[in-house]
């Protein structure tokens, strides 16, 4: 709009220029080397204008004559780099795919047609990696360290591979020197702590976590998880040492820092004890069972009450049972209690509800012992110890990385070594038939498992040999 208004005013402008001229046309007169021009002001005007815009069309002729070859090489240049990115963007998704191949032609076509060694090193990097040669991406790594630029993607990828060759050694010595190069990358704090516990350097994994929290890179009920877990590893390295006094107060900061961590109550109820806080040890029994019994929890209380008679024991047992008297771990370690001071009665009572449809291993093992220990049945033994043996199996400290159980709890998973890792858990159920000859299907087509005997309500058959315990490949919770 403003732009139409603008023409207008233009040709307006030169048209009241033309009509003026016309009616005051004045005259000229030149006298040049035997020449006489006699014309009007217009037209003299009008011959000036013309010669001025040739003048400027010639010069642009010109110019673009002399400009031409650097021209034509910008564009080649232009298109040659256009190609040499494309090649580039190629490798690199050839590189996300795996084809290790079209990688390796695209970074050869980039190296030819793009002057960007950076570029070119990370693609040639990533290419020998994917080909599997280890060496060469060591090197283009390597080399990328001498730029600016690149130095912190080639810190990145000599990372990898050293933790790829296990060499944790050299692996922690780089995120260390990434994590003073730039503080508070997250890549760089998660591989730094990951390679701290992986070495049990549970102090400095602290300073990462702190640093962490700095730059806002964990959520606090995390970071509080993840200090308590490290403080507990603290605290039994100090013990190892000799340092009660150390151990304990690392033990009592990581139940404060997260009071449902049964492995911190445990080692705080032993170290309150051998502190001679006997009061302490009881009460932080107490506190964690109301949180949610575990049976390590009922182990550590049986342990700091050793020089009780049994039936002390138990009676103190039942003190610890009142803040969940229901749960069936409070069940199982009242039964457990009960057997040991011989009180059958007591022991049958506490266990019948968790007897019904489909009793835990751990419940089927203390009716046999119960059986055997009363009335020296070993035949009503022997059958609870089958039913046990086909039972679901007890929960263990199951690692939720690797899936491999450990009897005892550590911050570390001893398999695939994965920090907090370890939860309290039912191994997934093995199927008994899976495990059974075919054969003992044909040769008892009416009940073809001790399940479907139990279910039938027939005694489950009895072999002369002892069943397999098939179903407790976990070892048990209890002792
Ligand atoms: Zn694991």
Known sequence: ????????????????????????????????????????????????????????????????VRRAPRAWAERRRGRRRERGYRALTLGMVAVAAGDAEEARRQQRRAEVLLDEPPL??????????????????????????????????????????????NDHARALQIAEQANRQRPGTPWVLEALFDLQV?????SDAELTLESMRRHRLIEKPEMKRRQAVLRIERSRAEAARGNRE?????????????????????????????????????????????????????????????????LERYRRFQKLAKSAPDHPETRLMLAEAAIEAELWGEARSQLAPLLGTNPSARACRLMAEI????????????????????????????????????????????????????????????????LRPPVLLHETPAISTVEDAAAEGEPPPQGPSEPESVGEDAPPARG
């Open 1 to 64: 709009m403003l732009r139409a208004v603008l023409i207008l005013v233009q040709i307006a402008i030169v048209v009241a220029i033309a009509v003026w001229l016309a009616d005051n046309p004045g005259a000229v007169h030149i006298e040049w080397q035997d020449r006489i021009i006699d014309t009007s002001v217009g037209v003299l005007l009008a011959a000036v204008a013309l010669i001025v815009v040739l003048a400027v069309g010639l010069y642009q002729v010109l110019r673009s």
């Open 120 to 165: 070119n090193l990370l693609l040639s990097a990533q290419t020998s990696q994917l080909e599997g040669d280890h060496e060469a991406a060591r090197k283009y790594f390597t080399a990328m360290l001498d730029r600016p630029e690149t130095a912190f993607l080639g810190q990145r990828g000599l990372l990898m591979q050293a933790r790829r060759d």
């Open 198 to 202: 992986r070495n049990a350097n549970w």
């Open 246 to 310: 150390k151990a304990l107060q690392l033990a009592q900061e990581a139940q404060k820092l997260d009071p449902a961590l049964v492995p911190a109550a445990v080692d705080l109820i032993h170290l309150s004890r051998e502190a001679g806080n006997q009061r302490r040890a009881e009460r932080v029994a107490d506190l964690s069972w109301r949180r949610g019994p575990h049976p390590a929890v009922a182990r550590a209380v049986a342990d700091i009450h050793a020089d009780l008679t049994p």
């Open 371 to 434: 059986e055997t220990g009363e009335h020296g049945d070993a035949a009503a033994a022997r059958s609870w110890l089958t039913r046990a043996s086909e039972a679901e199996p007890d929960p263990v400290w199951l690692c939720t990385e690797c899936g491999s159980a450990a009897a005892e709890w550590s911050a570390l998973c001893h398999s695939c070594g994965s920090f907090d890792t370890l939860r309290w858990r039912v191994p997934e159920h093995v199927p008994p038939l899976t």
